[in-house]
């Protein structure tokens, strides 16, 4: 019992989801995926890169 109200909630996402138009800009979606990442390799500081030097490469004992 209580259900009904969550199934037809699910019900009305669903129907929505497979009868709604999709205008997707494929041109960019694929400018996106194919292209760099956008993040450029910034210098790194001396003091930050001896800080974190044993997670970067770790001790072998």
Same mark, same amino acid.
């Given at each position: 019992?209580?259900?009904?109200?969550? $199934?037809?909630?699910?019900? $009305?996402?669903?129907?929505? /989801?497979?009868?709604?138009?999709?205008?997707?800009?494929?041109?960019? /979606?694929?400018?996106? /995926?194919?292209?760099?990442?956008g993040v450029k390799d910034e210098?790194?500081?001396?003091?930050? /890169?001896? $800080?974190?030097?044993?997670?970067?490469?770790?001790?072998?004992?």
């Open positions: 019992m209580g259900r009904g109200r969550a $199934k037809a909630k699910q019900t $009305k996402v669903a129907r929505d /989801l497979k009868y709604r138009t999709h205008e997707t800009d494929f041109g960019a /979606l694929a400018s996106e /995926l194919h292209s760099d990442s210098p790194v500081d001396p003091e930050v /890169l001896e $800080k974190w030097a044993d997670v970067i490469e770790p001790s072998r004992d």
